[in-house]
């Protein structure tokens, strides 16, 4: 079962001077949303950069206590070294 197009149909052979122009200018916005969205998608430096600053936050807010003090690192490191090591069994085993 399909969802229905939320994009309303073409003007017919009927439709007025206006309809036209304002399907026209409309299909004009959706390409250039889907030419962006593509763009982005294919920019590899820019992701890797997003997922970079993503992670340098999360690590930011993980050693760090809400009244900005660092927290003890011990946990952190376990933490890492176990996801490393999960990663790396992932990796091995995908490339059997």
Known sequence: ??????TPPEPGPEASLEDLQADI???REDLGE??????????VKARAGDAVAEAKEK???T?????GSVKPALPV?????AAL???VFF?????R
Not at 1 to 6: E, I, V, Y
């Open 1 to 6: 079962m399909t969802a229905p197009d939320p």
């Open 25 to 27: 200018e409309e299909t």
């Open 34 to 43: 889907t030419a962006q969205a593509l763009t982005h998608k294919l920019d």
């Open 59 to 61: 690590v930011v807010e």
């Open 63 to 67: 050693t760090t206590t809400s009244d």
């Open 77 to 81: 490191t376990a933490i890492a070294v």
């Open 85 to 87: 090591v999960v990663g």
């Open 91 to 95: 990796w091995r085993r995908s490339r």
